[in-house]
Structure formats: C-alpha cells, structure tokens
T-cell receptor, first 115, second 111 residues
Framework: GAVVSQHPSWVICKSGTSVKIECRSLDFQATTMFWYRQFPKQSLMLMATSNEGSKATYEQGVEKDKFLINHASLTLSTLTVTSAHPEDSSFYIC???????????FGPGTRLTVL | GQNIDQPTEMTATEGAIVQINCTYQTSGFNGLFWYQQHAGEAPTFLSYNVLDGLEEKGRFSSFLSRSKGYSYLLLKELQMKDSASYLCAAQSGAGSYQLTFGKGTKLSVIP
C-alpha cells in the first residue's frame, strides 16, 4: 500500500499564531514530499517540493520564511505556517512520492481557519 | 510555462458514459495524471498515462496524445457516487516530478 496521513485534519487559530501541519508516509519511505494549497473552488497549487535532508524548493510567490518546511526523515515532513493571517485560511494537502515511481500519494488534507 | 485547460462543469445521467477532456502545455512533460476529488477531501489517483494511447481500468479509461497535448478521461456506467471533481495534472520530468493541476471539472451525475 501507500498511505499518507496528515495531522491535524483541521485547525482553527488566532491571527498571528503559528500552526504546524505534519505529513507522514505510513508504509513507505518518501524521497520527495510536496505541499499544496487549495482555496475554495480552485485547483491545487503547488507551494513547495521537499526532499529529505535538504532545503525545500518553493514555488514562485510562496514566502519561504512564512511557510517553513522541514523534511527531517524519509517518512515525515512538516509545514509550519508562521504568523498566520485570515488570508492563509485554506485546505493544505501534502503528497509523497516513492523513490521508484511517478505517482504521488495524497494525504487527507488539513483545513486551516485563521480568525 | 504550464497551462492546463479542462471544462469547469459537466452533467451526465446515471448509467451513461461521459468524457472529460484536458489540454495541456507543459515544459518538460513527463506524464498525465487524472485524480478524483470529492468536496472537502484530498484527491485520489485514477490513472496515469505516459505513452500515447488508451489505458483502461474498470469503468475508467484515460487517453493521451502527446503530439496534440491532449488527454481525456472516460467514465462508463456512471454511478451517483461518481459525482465529484476530476483533476487533470501534467507532470514535469527532469527529476522534479512536479504536478501542475488543472482547475478541475465538476461532474454531476443525475438520476
């Protein structure tokens, strides 16, 4: 199998606080993990590509100091939204790719609401 | 640049066949994915085409023409549970394996 989990599944926080989202590959080692953001009725937008043991590669327009990504092991990547604001409210989805393969396996997503 | 185009919405009748088209312009193209996404949930994998031709998997089939930058997803014997958004995604190669998603086609299956 290829199961990816995310925690938490939803979170509500006050403006100015930081929120950490975990993405885990449960039954395989993920060389690469991806973080996406999806606003209502929009498609998934890639935020960053995370490779184990190295710095994440951010897409144009995504602030790396605001969205901190740590890929400390082959089964865990974390996304920290620092100093969150209401406009950061969105559905954050991670995916993981096996070392041998093209398919990305998606986590169930985390719905962030910033008040 | 990357550009993925697919219809915004489609409606089809239960038991019928529906074809969802997708055109793409992607540098370093390395394959075409189709995902199904129900509201509020993460996408689930449906199909992957890297070579030209038709890939059949049960009620779902996917076609790719690399020369035309065109793909379609064919759903047969539609069921009410097939009501969802269908996302076309083009993969860039050269080691990055990044996916660029289209905006999705919202399919409504009616009785």
């Amino acid at each position: 199998g290829a199961v990816v989990s995310q925690h938490p599944s939803w979170v509500i926080c006050k403006s100015g606080t930081s929120v950490k989202i975990e993405c885990r590959s449960l039954d395989f080692q993920a060389t690469t993990m991806f973080w996406y953001r999806q606003f209502p009725k929009q498609s998934l937008m890639l935020m960053a590509t995370s490779n184990e043991g190295s710095k994440a590669t951010y897409e144009q327009g995504v602030e790396k100091d605001k969205f901190l990504i740590n890929h400390a092991s082959l089964t865990l990547s974390t996304l920290t939204v620092t100093s969150a604001h209401p406009e950061d409210s969105s559905f954050y989805i991670c995916s993981a790719r096996k070392p041998q393969g093209d398919e990305q396996f998606f986590g169930p997503g985390t719905r962030l609401t910033v008040l | 640049g990357q550009n993925i185009d697919q219809p915004t919405e489609m409606t089809a009748t239960e038991g019928a066949i529906v074809q969802i088209n997708c055109t793409y312009q992607t540098s370093g193209f390395n394959g075409l994915f189709w995902y199904q996404q129900h509201a509020g949930e993460a996408p689930t994998f449906l199909s992957y085409n890297v070579l030209d031709g038709l890939e059949e998997k049960g009620r779902f089939s996917s076609f790719l023409s690399r020369s035309k930058g065109y793909s379609y997803l064919l759903l047969k014997e539609l069921q009410m549970k097939d009501s969802a958004s269908y996302l076309c995604a083009a993969q860039s190669g050269a080691g990055s394996y990044q996916l660029t998603f289209g905006k999705g086609t919202k399919l409504s299956v009616i009785p």
